[in-house]
């Protein structure tokens, strides 16, 4: 069974749809320190002339709060200012509408914290492509499982009774392979195919949000989330 682990991502990049893709259970590990520049809150659309990032304002941030402690900030400023950025963006693009009916339903309820609002945009996602539909969401603190690092994100996978665990590129940095094979979890790395589709304003870009790919292609979009995996041991060559 495929385990994906990741903090919550407002409207990500195709390449975590490509993950999502492989899951059969998707943990949103969001009881983890917050960090300014993640992508918990922001993401980047591409406008005519640049690429500008999409960011929630969030309220009476502390450091060392918690993704689910920190709160968006209230108020719909911000989120006028969205969709004024999304319409600059999608302009020319075929299935603009489906785009921003996607961010309006997002922004249409309240979450209590900053990765609630991420992680239902990321299952609207999922819902519009039609992927994942089997998979399990769910949310790390309801498995009360403790530690840090290797050792948590094995008992987590564990727990779940998972025999894969497929990540990004940024776990290489600390992940401890040899404890993972030791317990006979098989950890993959995402081969991330970057499939470029139909985008204006010059060079394709696949590090922006999937509501370009929404905007763009439509549904036909599923056609441009391709996932692939690399064994860690190939992957760390």
């Known amino acids: 069974m495929n385990v994906v682990i ?30 300014k520049g993640s992508f918990v809150n922001r993401v980047q659309l ?4 640049n690429k500008k990032w999409m960011t929630v304002p969030l309220a009476k941030l502390h ?6 402690e920190v709160q968006p900030k209230g108020g719909s400023d911000w989120k006028r200012q969205h969709f004024d950025l999304m319409k ?8 603009a509408e489906d785009a921003l009916k996607i961010v309006e339903k997002v ?35 309801s498995m009360n499982i403790t530690g840090a690092s290797s050792e948590r994100v094995l008992d987590t996978v564990k727990a779940l009774q998972g025999n894969v665990y497929i990540t990004g590129h940024g776990a290489a940095r600390y992940l ?40 763009n292609c439509g549904r036909n979009g599923i056609e441009f989330i391709c996932s692939s995996t690399l064994p860690w041991r190939k992957f760390i060559k």
Do not use: C
């Open 6 to 35: 990741s903090q919550s991502m407002l409207f990500p990049w195709v390449g975590l749809l490509e993950q999502l893709k492989l899951a059969d259970v998707f943990v949103h590990y969001d009881d983890v320190q917050f960090s």
């Open 46 to 49: 591409k406008l005519p002339d």
């Open 63 to 68: 450091l060392g709060q918690r993704i689910n």
């Open 88 to 95: 600059r963006s999608f302009a020319d693009a075929p299935y």
């Open 107 to 141: 922004y249409s309820q309240e979450y209590k914290d900053i990765g609630m609002l991420a992680r239902a945009s990321m299952i609207e996602l999922t819902r519009y492509f039609g992927i994942a539909t089997d998979t399990r969401f769910v949310d790390i603190t």
């Open 176 to 215: 401890n392979h040899a404890l993972f094979e030791y317990e006979g979890v098989d950890v993959r790395y995402m081969d991330y195919q970057l499939k470029p589709y139909p985008q204006p304003y010059g060079e394709f870009t696949p590090y922006v949000s999937s509501l370009d790919l929404v905007a």
